[in-house]
């Protein structure tokens, strides 16, 4: 990946636009430990941060940074989606 990717999504009355400065299709597989770990954060990473698609026990986790907003988990369809933008 060359550069940030800008991503938007309409929401009602207004669109949301973010910069992915970098994103990871492969970072973890979800599991009951990560889920522990994760009780405790106020972002808990076990949905997807874009479509909020809810992570099932060994699914694989990406991970991107959104500029401003800090690191962000993905599901695989909106990562390769992102990335399939940069391209």
Same mark, same amino acid.
């Given at each position: 990946? @060359?550069?940030?990717?800008? &991503?938007?999504?309409?929401?009602?009355?207004?669109?949301?636009?973010?910069?992915?400065?970098?994103?990871?299709? #492969?970072? &973890?597989?979800?599991?009951?430990?990560?889920? #522990?770990?994760?009780?405790?954060?106020?972002? +808990?990473? @076990?949905? =997807?941060?874009? =479509?909020?698609?809810?992570?099932? @026990?060994?699914?694989?986790?990406?991970?991107? =940074?959104?500029?401003? +907003?800090?690191? +962000?988990?993905? =599901?695989?369809?909106?990562? +390769?989606? &992102?990335?399939?933008?940069?391209?």
């Amino acid at each position: 990946m @060359d550069g940030p990717i800008k &991503i938007s999504r309409t929401i009602p009355a207004r669109t949301e636009s973010f910069e992915v400065l970098w994103i990871s299709l #492969e970072f &973890i597989k979800m599991n009951p430990h990560f889920r #522990e770990i994760r009780s405790s954060f106020r972002y +808990k990473a @076990d949905r =997807c941060w874009w =479509c909020s698609h809810e992570f099932v @026990d060994d699914e694989m986790m990406a991970l991107g =940074c959104i500029k401003g +907003k800090g690191n +962000k988990s993905f =599901c695989q369809t909106c990562a +390769k989606k &992102i990335r399939g933008a940069a391209l």
